[in-house]
């Protein structure tokens, strides 16, 4: 049976998913991005196959755009978490097309892939086979570049648009985290997850004015004397009045050690000159507080600098290898986390554990298939801990979670988590695109698949109690029922997806932001009994876990 465009096509500007597990991203459906431009209904056998001559000059370089294509489908083909056929793969990517010209259309009939132009058949080719993806790219350059010959809408509307409309096409057939960034998209996605060069502050745009609401701490910004509520007038000669977010973003960027001169307006009075020089910068991800006693730790995201920043909160608190000054223990914030780095993720989990297994990852690649232990020495000397997690805390922060948890060395505390439970790779293409691939799922120590999941909190908060102690004590006594829980959390496969989805109704995910579970997490560990209780629950059935899989 021949393959016809049978799903919505997409608009070429769309929202996509920034943090990644790598990777890794936050769970945001793509088809909430896929919005539709039209639906291609197609009927009927192709003519003989025709094939017009090539003009002389070519809209876009052939080479060019033949490289990017078969990178992105070579990698795709030998990495994704499946095997991908790439006969219905790469002809949903041409279908992709739709959305720049909707005259456009791809048939594949009788061995031969048609493409139409407003029904008129303007190229037929071979059909090559499903495993031969040099060939299928080659195809799909012939495809595009001939459909931007016959399509003014299509040639002017440039060829990262091109490759964005095939590539989304593409992975719209495999599943919602693999997802193609352009090359600007790329570029932000990398200085997000790497760093970046610049003056390290963040600023917001309103009425023309540039604010200042956040300075890096030991960033050029800081060290230049930049404070918060500055209002930036001009970079070098160029007044920043006017400018939209990205092109002030980008003005302050610039190559490392660089300088920039600066004009600020302070307590809008005073103008004043600064110069600052640009220097390598990751964005902060790490926010500590310290309420009598209890360090309260919170991750927003995992980037480059997420491991160091977590280590150096618990070892200024503490003081590495002292007894912990006064500190009686540690609240490790997750919420509302959509993860990041998986390399990151793995470094939080040892910072705290001293022995055993923190995760294993399973794929088709043999790359994609390791197995990660603690390296032995948790820096917090074994201080009470507790994870606080909910409903949006996923991927890097699950894999922290459920490390902590099975490892029996915090109490997790809040509602179920996201249950995002596989890694995404990031393949760089030749124009400095990206594409975030599904790589590998996912295990928990125990044994357990996180994917569809999540972790199950021991002190389920959904629904936010008002007394805290109370709720506690009640928590605690119906420890039965949670080991039970925990149990079928632990034993469900992962393909009963009705069975798994069930459970997380046990402690529905919930996104919460405010202070209640932090106030919980504080009296759980400033009452030494309450806490060996809970974590008692932890120690079962971590206990559990390593008897089912000798």
């Known amino acids: 049976m021949g393959h016809q465009c049978s799903r919505l096509v997409y608009f070429s500007g769309r929202m996509v998913l920034n943090h990644l597990i790598m990777e890794q991203a936050h769970p945001v459906l793509k088809t909430a991005r896929h919005l539709i431009a039209a639906l291609v209904l197609l009927s009927g056998c192709t003519s003989m196959p025709v094939q017009q001559a090539t003009p002389v000059v070519e809209p876009f370089p052939f080479e060019a755009m033949e490289k990017v294509l078969t990178s992105g489908f070579d990698h795709i083909s030998r990495k994704y978490i499946d095997e991908v056929d790439m006969r219905p793969f790469v002809l949903e990517g041409l279908c992709g097309l739709t959305s720049l010209e909707p005259g456009i259309s791809i048939v594949e009939e009788h061995g031969y892939v048609s493409l139409k132009h407003n029904n008129q058949d303007i190229l037929s080719m071979p059909a090559p086979e499903p495993t031969d993806t040099a060939a299928w790219s080659h195809l799909a350059t012939m495809m595009t570049l001939e459909a931007s010959r016959n399509s003014t809408d299509i040639l002017g509307t440039g060829v990262e648009n091109i490759y964005e409309a095939v590539f989304d096409g593409a992975l719209s057939t495999l599943d919602i985290y693999s997802r193609y960034a352009g090359a600007d998209e790329a570029g932000t996605n990398r200085a997000k997850r790497d760093g970046f060069s610049g003056i390290g502050i963040r600023f917001n745009l309103s009425n023309s004015r540039v604010i200042v609401t956040e300075i890096f701490s030991g960033s050029p910004a800081q060290r230049a004397g930049i404070l918060i509520g500055d209002n930036l007038l001009q970079v070098d000669d160029t007044p920043l009045s006017g400018m939209s977010y990205e092109e002030i973003k980008t003005a302050l960027r610039g190559p490392v050690d660089s300088s920039v001169s600066l004009t600020v307006l302070r307590d809008d009075t005073l103008a004043i000159p600064i110069e600052v020089l640009r220097a390598h910068v990751v964005p902060p991800t790490v926010q500590v507080d310290q309420q009598n006693g209890v360090l309260h730790v919170r991750v927003k995201s995992f980037n480059q600098g997420t491991a160091s920043g977590v280590a150096r909160a618990v070892q200024e608190t503490i003081g590495a290898g002292e007894s912990g000054q006064g500190i009686k223990g540690i609240i490790l914030d997750l919420r509302g986390n959509p993860g990041g780095l998986l390399k990151q993720s793995i470094e939080v989990a040892d910072t705290f554990l001293i022995s055993g297994r923190i995760l294993n990852t399973q794929g088709r690649h043999p790359d994609s298939i390791q197995h990660y232990e603690a390296a032995g020495d948790d820096i ?32 997790i505390l809040g ?24 790589w590998s799922r ?78 919980i997490a504080r009296a759980l560990i400033t009452d030494s009994a309450l806490y060996a209780r809970a974590l008692e629950l932890e120690r079962i059935r971590a206990l559990e876990g390593e008897s089912a899989s000798e």
Not at 397 to 406: C, G, K, T
Not at 417 to 426: A, E, H, M, P
């Open 380 to 411: 917090a000397q074994g201080l009470p801990m507790v994870v606080l997690i909910d409903g949006r805390s996923a991927s890097a922060s699950e894999i922290v979670a459920a490390a902590l948890q099975d490892r029996e060395r915090a109490v």
């Open 415 to 438: 509602t179920a988590s996201y249950g995002k439970g596989t890694v995404q790779t990031v393949i760089r293409l030749p124009n400095n695109g990206e594409i975030t691939l599904t």
């Open 442 to 519: 996912f295990m928990a120590p125990s044994g357990y698949a996180l994917h569809g999941l999540g972790v199950y909190p021991v002190i389920c908060t959904s629904g936010k109690p008002d007394d805290i102690r109370a709720y506690l004590i009640s928590a605690l006594d119906t420890a039965t029922e949670t080991i039970e829980v925990l149990e079928s959390w632990r034993d469900t496969p992962l393909n009963a997806d009705k069975a798994r989805r069930d459970l997380r109704t046990q402690c529905p995910p919930e996104r919460h932001r405010g202070t209640s579970d932090v106030e």
